[in-house]
């Protein structure tokens, strides 16, 4: 069974940085996608970012790109977000998914599938 | 960048009826969309993968349609349980996008 661990939320200054990590267990780790989605509060769901497995590749919402960095250790089954520059629009529960790759005629398709239970960040004086 | 607009954005229906939320993609998506369920407290759950298959383990009350830019859930014969928020979610292209989300009132 795909188990997702958050952590690394809190609260931190405009300007400031986290980086969120999420543990995983009960799958293959370093074969699969993994992807970051948060949600403001009171708003929907933001796609944020995903990471491809072996990390080969990675992608990120334009609008965070540049403050906003992903990555993954297969060594510990983890992957992390790296958070720059927060702000206050930044404040949401960030979620990681494991996420589960289709590839058809040499394209990848990425789809979203188990969610972990988010950590909360925070941005405020 | 593919926008994905859902409607209506709630409503409210009594248990048993025949519920339906669409979804439509700005551009063809072919039928890389996925719904999902986000009930209050709990993280989102996977219910539809492929426009229309659904994920191991959920109620077959649970439909999906649609392909190309229009796409549908429909819920027949809604229950307590379903009381949730459901998005779709594009995942043809980067960035993957999700729909503003239908809240359905019991």
């Known amino acids: 069974e795909v188990h997702l661990v958050e952590s690394g939320g809190g609260l931190i200054v405009p300007g400031g940085s986290l980086r969120l990590s999420c543990e995983t267990s009960?799958?293959?780790?370093?074969?699969?996608?993994m992807s970051w989605v948060r949600q403001a509060p009171g708003k929907g769901l933001e796609w944020v970012s995903t990471?491809?497995?072996?990390?080969?590749?990675?992608y990120v919402a334009d609008s965070l790109r540049g403050r906003f960095t992903i990555s993954r250790d297969n060594s510990k089954n983890t992957i992390y977000l790296q958070m720059n520059s927060l702000r206050a629009d930044d404040t949401a529960v960030y979620h990681c998914?494991?996420?589960?790759?289709?590839?058809?005629?040499?394209?990848?398709?990425?789809?979203?599938?188990?969610w972990g239970q988010g950590t909360s960040v925070f941005v405020s004086s | 960048d593919i926008q994905m607009t859902q409607s209506p954005s709630s409503l409210s229906a009594s248990v048993g009826d025949r519920v339906t939320i669409t979804c439509r993609a700005s551009?063809?998506?072919?039928?890389?969309l996925a719904w999902f369920q986000h009930k209050p407290g709990t993280p989102p759950k996977a219910l539809v993968y492929?426009?229309?298959n659904l994920q191991s383990g959920v109620p077959s009350r649970f439909s999906a349609s649609g392909t190309g830019t229009d796409f549908t859930l429909t819920i027949s014969g809604l229950q307590p349980e379903d009381l949730a928020t459901y998005y779709c979610?594009?995942?043809?292209?980067?960035?993957?996008?999700f729909g503003g989300g239908t809240k359905v009132e019991i």
């Open positions: 998914v494991y996420t589960t790759t289709v590839t058809i005629g040499g394209n990848r398709y990425f789809g979203m599938d188990v």
């Open positions: 009960g799958f293959i780790f370093s074969i699969y996608a």
């Open positions: 551009q063809d998506i072919r039928y890389f």
């Open positions: 979610q594009q995942y043809n292209s980067f960035p993957l996008a």
């Open positions: 492929a426009a229309a």
């Open positions: 990471i491809c497995g072996r990390g080969g590749c990675t």
